[in-house]
C-alpha cells in the first residue's frame, strides 16, 4: 500500500485509517472535559451557568460549521478544510489550557468546534474514493471509531482531572491536534479532484441536491435515528434515579448500553454492507431500532422491576443506529457524488439539530412520575419516523428499478 492517500483515481491505496482517527478526534472534545465542570468553574471564579455555554455554544457553532464546511470542501478540496479544522482546533484547546477568564475559555472552546468540520468531510473522502456499499462499509469502521471515543472521554477526562487538573484534558487535545495535523500534512493527500471552477457553478448545482427526494429520506433517517438516541441521553438518568435507585457510580454502566450496541451495529454493518442493498442493511437496522423501545415498553408496562428491562431493550436502538446511520450517510452523500461534501454537511448539520431537539423535548415534558415509559415512547416515535424514511428510500429504489 501506498505510503500516502492516493487521489480519487487510485481509490485502493486510501489510507482509511487516518480518516478514521478523524472522526474519532472530532467528538472526543464533546465530552473530554465534562467530569472537569465544576473545577473550572472553581478555578476560573464563575458560576455554572456560564461554564455550560461551552456546551451549548460548541454543539451550535459545530451545527453550523458543518454546513459551511462541507460546501468548501467540495469548491476547495477535501485537504485543506482538514488541515485547517484540525489547526484552528488545536490552537484553541491550547488557548483552553491556558485560559485564566471565563470569556477567554469560552471564547477558545469555541474554536475547538473547528474539530466537528472533519467528521462529514472525511465521510466525504470516503465516498470520493468509491460509492455506495464500499463507502457504506468503510463509514460503519469510521462510526465505531467515533462511537468509542465518546465511552472513553469522560473516564480518561476524570482521571486527568483527578491527578493533575483540569487544564491537563486540554493541553492532551492540544498536543494531539497538532500531532494530527501534522500526520494528515504528510499522510492526506487531495481526494476530490472534479471540483467546480467557482462558488457559481457550485451553486447552480445546489438545487439538484436540494430537491432530491432520496436526499431528505437518507438524511431523515439518519437525523430521528439519532434523535432515538438523544432522547435516551434525556430521559435515562432520571428513569434510572426514580424507578431502580441506581447510584450515580453505576448509571454510567447502563448508560453505556446503548453505545455499546451502536459500535456492535456499525462493525456488523460494515462487515455485511458488501453484501447487500443499502436500502435493506437501513431498513433492518431500523426494524431492529423499533423493536427495542416496543420491548422496554412492554416490560415495564408488565411489572418489570429490574434496571435491565429497561435498559437491556435499549441495546437494540444502538445495534439498530449503527447498521443503518452508515448507510443511511454513504446514500446521502451518493445522490450527488459532485457535492458530497455539502450533502454530508447537511446531513450532519440535521443530525445535530435532530438530536438537539429531540432532547429538548423529552426534557420538557419529562417528570418522575412518566420517566419509566415517556423517553421509551420519545425513542419509539423517534425511531419509527426513521423506519418511515427507510421505507421511503425502499420505495425509491424499486421505482428506480422499475424504469
Known amino acids: 500500500m501506498s505510503s500516502n492517500l492516493s487521489t ?85 484547546s491550547l488557548g483552553c489550557a491556558m485560559a485564566t477568564d471565563i470569556r477567554v475559555f469560552l471564547g477558545c472552546r469555541l474554536m475547538q468546534a473547528a474539530i466537528t468540520s472533519v467528521y462529514p468531510v472525511s465521510m466525504a473522502a470516503i465516498r470520493d474514493t468509491g460509492g455506495g456499499a464500499r463507502a457504506a462499509s468503510r463509514i460503519g469502521y469510521a462510526a465505531m471509531a467515533a462511537a468509542f471515543a465518546p465511552m472513553l472521554g469522560p473516564t480518561l477526562g476524570g482521571t486527568l482531572d483527578q491527578t493533575v487538573g483540569w487544564r491537563a484534558s486540554f ?27 467557482s462558488f457559481g457553478q457550485q451553486l447552480r448545482a445546489y438545487p439538484a441536491l436540494l430537491r432530491a427526494r432520496r436526499f431528505w429520506a437518507y438524511a431523515s433517517c439518519m437525523a430521528f435515528s439519532t434523535g432515538a438516541f438523544y432522547a435516551f441521553l434525556a430521559g435515562a438518568p432520571l428513569a434510572a434515579k426514580t424507578l431502580f435507585g441506581i447510584a450515580p457510580a453505576e448509571l454510567g454502566f447502563y448508560m453505556g ?64 443506529n449503527g447498521l443503518s446511520n452508515p448507510g443511511a450517510h454513504a446514500g446521502a452523500v451518493s445522490v450527488r457524488p459532485e457535492l ?26 419529562l417528570t418522575p412520575r412518566n420517566a419509566g415509559y415517556l423517553p421509551l415512547a420519545m425513542m419509539l416515535l423517534s425511531a419509527a419516523i426513521a423506519l418511515a424514511a427507510a421505507m421511503c428510500v425502499r420505495a425509491f429504489d424499486g421505482q428506480d428499478a422499475g424504469r
Open 8 to 92: 480519487a483515481s487510485d481509490p485502493a491505496s486510501l489510507r482509511h485509517a487516518t480518516l478514521v482517527l478523524l472522526c474519532a478526534l472530532s467528538v472526543l472534545p464533546l465530552s473530554l472535559f465534562l467530569p472537569s465542570l465544576p473545577a473550572i468553574v472553581r478555578d476560573l471564579h464563575t458560576d455554572y451557568a456560564l461554564v455550560a455555554l461551552s456546551l451549548g455554544g460548541y454543539a451550535a457553532v459545530a451545527a453550523s460549521l458543518e454546513c459551511l464546511t462541507g460546501p468548501l470542501s467540495d469548491r476547495f478540496g477535501r485537504r485543506p478544510i482538514v488541515l485547517t479544522s484540525v489547526a484552528i482546533f488545536a490552537l484553541g
Open 171 to 197: 493541553w492532551l487535545l492540544g498536543a494531539v491536534g497538532i500531532a494530527l495535523f501534522a500526520w494528515c500534512a504528510l499522510d492526506l493527500v487531495e481526494t476530490h479532484t472534479r471540483r467546480p471552477s
Open 257 to 320: 448500553t446503548i453505545t455499546a450496541g451502536f459500535v456492535g451495529g456499525s462493525l456488523l454493518a460494515a462487515r455485511v454492507a458488501r453484501r447487500h442493498a443499502l436500502a435493506t442493511t437501513i431498513l433492518c437496522g431500523r426494524v431492529v431500532a423499533c423493536a427495542g423501545p416496543l420491548i422496554g415498553l412492554a416490560l415495564i408496562f408488565g411489572g418489570a422491576t429490574h434496571a435491565l428491562a429497561w435498559f437491556g431493550p435499549c441495546v437494540l436502538v444502538g445495534i439498530g
Open 340 to 365: 458530497a461534501g455539502s450533502a454530508s454537511g447537511l446531513a450532519g448539520a440535521m443530525t445535530i439539530g435532530g438530536g438537539a431537539a429531540l432532547s429538548s423535548l423529552t426534557g420538557a415534558l
